[in-house]
Structure formats: structure tokens, C-alpha cells
């Protein structure tokens, strides 16, 4: 699929969450904390790391070898 | 006796009710739902009577011993509209629907009976937002303008002045009662969807100002509206770049979602995540995607969540390209969306940090030392200058315009930024070709660093009480 085409397909796709943002009518008007989300126990939904340790993908490889080829001309 | 006769002489009993009585038994004899069976009947009677007959009428009645001028002109108000309605055209009764609440915002000023209102107000609020937005919307689409909502605009004054009314009434002991609150917040929530509609989002900030100095207590708000107060402050706070204050409102909104209906879930759900993602990724959070696929109920993964992989992967990777490739890509959604450029700008200190970090695991550091040559390196890689033209002159996209300048005050630049910002733990060397770095903690917990970076606004604490 070329770069145009899937770029239309992304915003096909996500063109459904663009219209009004107003709520579904909730089933119910209140409810307790068990029938939340917190009730499901998500605490590590923000604990995510920043560190990428992936050694084996292009990027990292591409890197590598551009620092050995840098490293190998001095 | 006829349908107007049995008509006043309901809201004559009604009235001698107490006040909460009374107002859930007015919401029905005021109602201008068109399913109610008295609206025909009624309507048949009021066909032949003038506007100054019908006044007469309403005047003889002397509701409340003729001390609420604005009642009457409510009850009028509301005849004529029983008169004139037309069940077959919304277009044809919705500026007469439009007056009555007019008339009943206005009728909330009078401080000893204002409370018998509350019930129909909030029943002509539910019914007519959807209806006066549609109207406008159709007119516009016909009218091929662009942005012209004249109703929406008007029902956003009315909504004012009823809020305005109610929170100047104060109960004996100078409180606000648990009805009042309960119903400014629902006018509060209201008002801001229409701003929103209509595009005027700074004023919004009017009744979230208001909200905050009232001293309204959230533990008797039922949670629906609660999220929808909340979701509106956090995406107001989003479009304003405000994006802790955002996270902050948008997570309690995903946390307290109800989770027992699955498309409510799910629907509700995406709402929220399509501001909080972008958010948490800006005050320096990183969501655990599948979490948030089970979340949706999502089978398959979700557009949504699956829209933030590639862009999370790219960013924890420092590959400056691919991300920046990636949001040109996917650019349309981001602008409208309002968070293409905070994503672009914001986000570029860690795309850096992240490489950085990534050099350092690839070339340990050797006597605690991270060579210039070496971090050029990486940047020629990661922000491939010779692919600049993918970009077509989008300066947007573009860290530098050719090879050359990424140099070694480039690189300085940029390792005193991340220094600076607590990114890395580290210091220039006097040559200026290394950089000492700690051999400890080099790289600090971005959700750390960033939690004392962004404060969040204090004046909202009274929602988590």
C-alpha cells in the first residue's frame, strides 16, 4: 500500500471519532466506585518506561553500524 | 370545563405543594415534550384565542396572588407555544419552544418561589439542546456558511441568565441548596457543551470560574455528570495547552467510568482516551497500550490505541524521522485534533533524551564520557536530513535543513538543554567535545523529572472532595 493510500485509510478509520464530543446516555446516572475502572485494579495503566531497550530492531542495528563505520575512519 | 380551565387549575394545586412536589409535578404540566397526551387537547382549545386573550386569562388566574409577574409571562409564554406548535416541523416550533425558556431563565430571579422551577427547567434543557443543535446545524448545512448558530448562541445566553438567577439565590442560613447545586452544575455542563458547539471555548472558562468560587460540594453530584464536567474542563484545558491540568481531569474521568455496560464503555471510553493519550504523552506518561485495549472490550485492537503505537515506539526509540514521518503521515487527524504541533514541539526534548540514552547503551560511556563525534553520529541517523524532502518544505518537520548544521554547537545546544532540564545528569567539559555524565541515574525518570516541571491548577481540588 503506498504512503497516500494508507495515510487515507488512517484517516478514514479515525474519522468517526471526530464528530460531536458528547457523551453517550449513561445507563445509569450514578454508580459505585466498584463498577469503575479503579475497581479493576489498573495501576500500572501510567507506569509505562521511556527506555527502550530493543537492540534488535533497524533503527538500533542502523545506528550501530553507522557508529562502528564512524569509529573504523578514525 | 374546558382543557386551559383544567390546565390552570392543576398548576393553581401544584403550586400550594411544597417545593419539590411541586416542581416535579410542574416539569409535567409544563412539559412541551410533544408525546404528552395534554398538548393536543389543549392545543385544540387555544386555537381561537388571540395573545392578548390568552394574557387576560393567565393574568386572571393570579398565581402566586399575582406576585410573579415573570410566572405569568412564563405560563403565556408557554400557551402560545401549545397554540402555535407544530408537531410535524422543528423548524416551525423551535424559536417558540426557544422563548419559553427564555421566559423561565428569567423567572428564577424571584428568590421565594424560584425553586418551584427547577424540575422543568432542567426538562427543557435535556430536551432542547439536541433539537436547537440540530436545527442549526441543518440551516448551516443549507445556508452553506460556515460558522453561524444563532440558536445554539441564544440558548447559550439563556442557560447564562438562568445560571446567573439561580446562583445569586442563597437558602435562610446563606448556603447553597443541594437542588441548587445539583442544578447548576447540570446548567454549568450545558453551557459549555453549547461554547463548545459554537466554538466561543473561552468562555467556558466563565463557568468554571463560577464552579470554583461556589464552594459546590462534588460528593452529592452523580458521577455521569461529574465525568462530563470533568471531560469538559480536562479538553478545554487540552485546546489551552494546559495538558497537566488536562491529564489530571481526563484520567479521573477514565478512572470512575462506568464499566458495566460494554458499547457505553467503550464509546464513552474512546472520548476520553482521544484527549488523555496525547496529554499523557506531553507531561511525560507513557499508557500501557494493551491495558488500554482491554479497557475498550477491544477483540482486535483499537483504531484509537493502535493510532499511538507506531508514534510511542518511535519516540521511546529517539528516531526524531520516523516520528516526525509519522505525524506528516497522520497529520490531518493531529491538526484537528489541536495537538499536532504541542505533540511536535513538546515531545522533541525526549526524542533526544531517548537517543542519547539509546547512544549511551550502544557506546558505553568510557571514563563516564559521551564523545560530540559520537552523539553527531546518532543525529545523522535519527534525524536524517538527507530525507528532508519528504516533508516538502514543512518547516514544521524539519530540525535542520541540511547535514551541515548538525555541529558541535548543535550538539552543545542540545546536551545543555537536556542537562538543563534534568534530562541527563552530566556537564560539558571545558573543550567542549565531551560530555561528563554521572555514573549514577544518567538518565533520570522522565515521569519524575516532569512531575515537578507541571503544576497542576489547584482550584480544582474541590472536585476530588
Known amino acids: 500500500m503506498s504512503t497516500e493510500n494508507k495515510a487515507e485509510t488512517k484517516q478514514t478509520n479515525f474519522k468517526a471519532l471526530e464528530e460531536d464530543d458528547e457523551f453517550e446516555d449513561f445507563p445509569v446516572q450514578d454508580w459505585p466506585n466498584d463498577k469503575t475502572i479503579t475497581a479493576e485494579k489498573q495501576e500500572h495503566l501510567w507506569d509505562e518506561s521511556w527506555n527502550d531497550d530493543d537492540n534488535e530492531d533497524d533503527f538500533t542495528k542502523r545506528l550501530r553500524q553507522e557508529l562502528a563505520n564512524a569509529e573504523a575512519k578514525k | ?465
Open chain 2, 1 to 465: 370545563m374546558s382543557q386551559l380551565e383544567i390546565f390552570f387549575k392543576k398548576i393553581h394545586s401544584t403550586i400550594r405543594l411544597p417545593e419539590k412536589e411541586a416542581s416535579e409535578l410542574l416539569k409535567k404540566q409544563l412539559t412541551m415534550n410533544p408525546k404528552s397526551p395534554h398538548l393536543p387537547k389543549l392545543q385544540v382549545d387555544l386555537q381561537n384565542q388571540s395573545e392578548q386573550t390568552i394574557s387576560k386569562f393567565v393574568q386572571d388566574q393570579q398565581f402566586f396572588g399575582g406576585d410573579w409577574a415573570r410566572f405569568e409571562s412564563l405560563i403565556v409564554s408557554y400557551l402560545k407555544f401549545v397554540r402555535n406548535f407544530d408537531p410535524w416541523s422543528i423548524l416551525k416550533s423551535i424559536d417558540l419552544m426557544i422563548n419559553v425558556v427564555d421566559e423561565l431563565a428569567s423567572s428564577l430571579n424571584k428568590q421565594q418561589h424560584y425553586k418551584y422551577l427547577f424540575g422543568t427547567l432542567v426538562d427543557y434543557v435535556i430536551l432542547l439542546h439536541p433539537l436547537v443543535k440540530l436545527v442549526d446545524k441543518k440551516l448551516l448545512i443549507i445556508k452553506k456558511r460556515n460558522s453561524y448558530y444563532p440558536r445554539l448562541t441564544q440558548m447559550s445566553t439563556i442557560l447564562q441568565k438562568a445560571f446567573n438567577n439561580i446562583r445569586n439565590q442563597r437558602d435562610p442560613t446563606g448556603q447553597i441548596s443541594r437542588d441548587q447545586q445539583l442544578v447548576l452544575f447540570l446548567l454549568g455542563i450545558k453551557t459549555c457543551y453549547i461554547y463548545f458547539n459554537i466554538n466561543h471555548l473561552l468562555r467556558c472558562n466563565d463557568i468554571f470560574s463560577n464552579m470554583n468560587v461556589l464552594n459546590l460540594d462534588a460528593k452529592i453530584i452523580p458521577k455521569s455528570q461529574l465525568i462530563q464536567y470533568r471531560f469538559l474542563l480536562g479538553k478545554f484545558n487540552f485546546i489551552q495547552n494546559n495538558f497537566m491540568t488536562a491529564f489530571v481531569q481526563l484520567n479521573w474521568c477514565l478512572n470512575n467510568a462506568y464499566i458495566n455496560n460494554t458499547n457505553h464503555r467503550t464509546k464513552n471510553m474512546e472520548l476520553i482516551l482521544k484527549y488523555l493519550i496525547p496529554s499523557s504523552l506531553i507531561v511525560g506518561k507513557i499508557p500501557n497500550l494493551n491495558i488500554l485495549n482491554q479497557l475498550l472490550s477491544s477483540q482486535e485492537a483499537h483504531p484509537l490505541i493502535e493510532l499511538y503505537r507506531p508514534l510511542i515506539s518511535t519516540l521511546k526509540k529517539g528516531n526524531v524521522f520516523e516520528f516526525h514521518k509519522y505525524l506528516f503521515d497522520n497529520e490531518s487527524y493531529f491538526l484537528k485534533m489541536n495537538v499536532l504541533l504541542p505533540l511536535l514541539q513538546r515531545l522533541r526534548i525526549l526524542l533526544f533524551r531517548n537517543l542519547v540514552r539509546k547512544l549511551a547503551l550502544i557506546e558505553p560511556p568510557v571514563n563516564n564520557s559521551l564523545r560530540f563525534s559520537s552523539i553527531k553520529t546518532a543525529l545523522f541517523v535519527s534525524i536524517s536530513p538527507n530525507q528532508n524532502a519528504y516533508f516538502q518544505n514543512n518547516y514544521s518537520y524539519l530540525i535542520v535543513t541540511n547535514e551541515s548544521q548538525i555541529d558541535d554547537s548543535f550538539v552543545e545546544n542540545l546536551m545543555i538543554s537536556l542537562i538543563d532540564q534534568n534530562l541527563i545528569k552530566g556537564k560539558l567539559v571545558n573543550d567542549n567535545h565531551r560530555i561528563i555524565v554521572s555514573k549514577a541515574d544518567t538518565f533520570p525518570e522522565i515521569p519524575t523529572i516532569y512531575s515537578t516541571k507541571f503544576a497542576v491548577d489547584s482550584s480544582f481540588d474541590w472536585l476530588d472532595q
